[in-house]
């Protein structure tokens, strides 16, 4: 269970101040897949920081029951100058998992080749991706956060992605930030929106949808008839 209690965050942005979480608070049930929906800058990924705990809120706090993972497919905390078989060692000895195991698992899902054994700075945007994708499916957490990460990658590694990620949501629970609503329909069974600030959560994950596609629905202009 993850449970928010009065969580504002405020950014300054050229001199004018962006609310992104404006006193929220909200449970994220134990096992749920819980879709994160809103409009483009509404604050879903900054919120999905904080609930990974690599951002602070300004007020309020977040807290867990069981493991939380990073912000799925997050590539930034990766060691450049490591090679993407060094940096899966790395993250598996810090979250106690069998090293050799987890690189073997990373090597075949990530379809890096050789690559794999060669400096991430070398990489291209879509290897580093598909390299925290691959890193991020291997360690077994409680609930997942993801953000847009099947999006990476062709076709069919996107299927892949998400029949791997599927898996995973049958023994945890997952927060998911994407504009992908077949994806949602297919893997959520709750949803939340995130609009001005604040966070309205439904339980019937197509309430949640009908409620995004009102918010980001441009509005008709005067004079306009359907």
Known sequence: MIQLCGVRKTYALRGKRKVVADGISATFPTGASVALLGRNGAGKSSLLRMIAGTMKPDKGRVTSTGSVSWPVGFSGSFHNELTGAQNTRFIARVYGTDTDALCEWVADFAELGDHFNLPVRTYSSGMRSRLA???????????YLVDEVTSVGDATFKQKSEAVFAERLKTSGAIIVTHALGMVQR????????????????????DAIRHHQAVVQPRQKPGLTD
């Open 133 to 143: 994708f691959g890193i991020s499916m291997g360690v077994p957490f409680d609930t």
């Open 187 to 206: 893997l959520c069974q709750h949803g939340a929106v995130l609009d001005e600030g604040k966070l309205t959560y439904y339980t019937n994950v197509n």
